[in-house]
């Protein structure tokens, strides 16, 4: 295990966060154990969550790592991992109540840090609610969290929205602007922005507020009313969010640039609005690099190099690089193979493969069939590619499938 601890001591002006260099599979066969840490890492229940946090305790106590480490690097890898999400983050288990008490450690105000507890207790009566199968019993928690925090704690905020857009959704109701939901989400993006402020976050972990615990719950909240506002049309604002989530989240954990480059595509001025020229070559992460792994950034360049300059040497380049990385994607927007619409919540999109050629076909055709000639300049290139994947000619006569697709 490799991993790399910012200590609070020296200059203190750096939280302690923890980064791990093995995957949680790899990190449980180098452990070894047929009942190590990582048979317990999706437990669904509070009790079987604590057991492997003691699991993984243990087995890193054996690395003869310190005991305090070894607790908080496990809790650590459970919250990644997903499983103690499930409970509210271990019910504020060690990670995040470290960062609070640092952040306590850190104000002159008792009335502050009387606030800092009082969230606190907020996010434990969350976590509380997440364990909760029964919708209306966890209304009523989260109610109560709303009333014992109602200015500094997102996270009670963000559940409710969850729950409110989930009931609409299946009911087959309109969500709406300016209603309940919207209300909801906008609370939790005010709180969020006073958590920061409570917390003195910005001094200390600025552009880092993501990989900072308690100020975690405050960059989600930004994205959700983004997805929001993109889903309801509303592309300037759903920018300006996904922007505030970037500017406190350098490395781009949620994604917000993929979000963001959707609201420019599907506003009015669409692949010859100027803002996708800095957008595309903008470069992401603690590394800097530029994007170039996504099929919807390669794919996404060559098309707007072709709506602005037709088939440039430029276009072709982008298109063949494109094609390079995955070469699945073009015989979906020709529609040679079926769109499959429904790929289920949860699954897994492998960079390069059929899942990621599909999802990109979903939500980016419209756009290559709104630009005229980019299907026919698309299928030109394609077939002389070496990589190409040409459907045959007795099934499909090399006729477009456009029958049947709705994802115009």
Not at 95 to 106: L, M, Q, S, V
Not at 114 to 133: F, G, R, W
Not at 349 to 359: L, V
Request: glycine share 6%; aromatic share 8%; charged share 25%.
């Amino acid at each position: 295990v490799t991993m790399t601890m910012n200590s609070m001591n020296g200059a203190g002006k750096r939280f302690p966060i923890i980064t791990c260099s093995h995957s949680i599979s790899l990190l449980s066969a180098t452990l070894d154990g047929e009942n190590g840490p990582c048979d317990q890492v999706y437990a669904t229940t509070l009790q079987k969550n604590r057991l492997a946090l003691e699991s993984f305790t243990g087995a890193f106590t054996r690395l003869q790592l310190d005991p305090r480490t070894s607790r908080t690097l496990a809790t650590f890898l459970i919250c990644q991992s997903g499983g103690a999400q499930t409970q509210g983050w271990l019910a504020l288990d060690v990670f995040e109540r470290d960062h609070y008490e640092y952040c306590k450690h850190r104000l002159s105000s008792e009335m502050d840090r009387d606030t800092i507890d009082t969230v606190m207790k907020a996010n434990q009566i969350c976590s509380e609610a997440a364990a909760l199968e029964e919708i209306p019993m966890r209304m009523n928690k989260l109610r109560r969290a709303q009333s014992v925090c109602p200015d500094h704690c997102p996270m009670a905020y963000m559940m409710v929205f969850e729950i409110e857009v989930t009931k609409l959704t299946n009911a087959g109701s309109d969500i709406g602007i300016g209603g309940t939901v919207e209300r909801t989400i906008r609370k939790a993006v005010s709180a969020g922005r006073e958590l920061v402020t409570l917390l003195n976050a910005n001094d200390f972990a600025k552009g880092e507020l993501y990989s900072f615990e308690p100020t975690r719950c405050y960059v989600r909240s930004v994205y959700m009313l983004g997805s929001f506002l993109l889903y309801m049309g509303k592309h300037k604002e759903a920018f300006d969010c996904f922007q505030e989530c970037l500017a406190n989240d350098l490395a781009d954990n949620l994604g917000a640039r993929h979000k963001q480059l959707f609201c420019v595509l599907d506003g009015k001025k669409g692949l010859h609005d100027e803002r996708l020229r800095s957008l595309l070559k903008g470069k992401f992460g603690d590394d800097q690099y530029k994007d170039e792994i996504f099929s919807l950034w390669n794919y996404t360049r060559a098309l707007v190099a072709y709506a602005k300059d037709g088939k440039s040497d430029k276009a072709k380049s982008l298109l063949n690089f494109a094609m390079d990385k995955n070469p699945i994607a073009p015989p979906l927007l020709l529609c040679w193979e079926s769109i499959k619409t429904n790929m289920g919540m949860h699954t897994l999109i492998s960079i390069g493969c059929h899942t990621e050629a599909n999802d990109y076909a979903i939500d980016n055709r419209k756009y290559w069939m709104k630009c005229e000639g980019a299907i026919e300049w698309l299928e030109e290139e394609y077939v002389n590619h070496p990589k190409a994947v040409l459907p045959s000619i007795n099934k499909l006569g090399r006729k477009r499938l456009s029958e049947g697709n709705d994802l115009l």
